[in-house]
């Protein structure tokens, strides 16, 4: 069992930056995956950002490209997200996730194993 815990979300104007961090906890977490899920008001989850255990391979969603960055530190066992130039579309809920699953299939939604509780972004235009 893997256990998932977002933070880091907020109200931001646009423009703006935040830092979302994902702590995982449990057993055989440095072997998972990880991801950052959105879903919008009235659209469905998207995969925003992925990153292999190792930390070798990334993947992120053409919408996030050149403002968001993935990354991890396997000895704090936490996954972030910096968001840079934030938009207000980039408003949602964000999701922490786990897999055994290479980037690009995880950031599909393919073999989501473990999901987290989610935090919330706004930002105002």
């Known amino acids: 069992q893997l256990q998932l815990v977002e933070s880091g979300g907020g109200l931001v104007q646009a423009g703006g930056s935040l830092r979302l961090s994902c702590s995982a906890s449990?057993?055989?977490?440095?072997?998972?995956?990880i991801g950052w899920f959105r879903q919008a008001p009235g659209k469905e989850r998207e995969g925003v950002s992925c990153i292999s255990s190792s930390t070798t391979f990334t993947y992120y969603a053409d919408s996030v490209k050149g403002r968001f960055t993935i990354s991890r530190d396997n000895a704090k066992s936490t996954v972030y997200l910096q968001m840079n130039s934030l938009k207000p579309e980039d408003t949602a809920v964000y999701y922490c996730?786990?897999?055994?699953?290479?980037?690009?299939?995880?950031?599909?939604?393919?073999?989501?194993?473990?999901w987290g509780n989610g935090t919330l972004i706004t930002v105002s235009s």
């Open positions: 449990g057993l055989a977490k440095d072997y998972y995956a």
């Open positions: 996730a786990a897999a055994i699953e290479a980037v690009r299939d995880m950031c599909a939604g393919i073999n989501i194993k473990y």
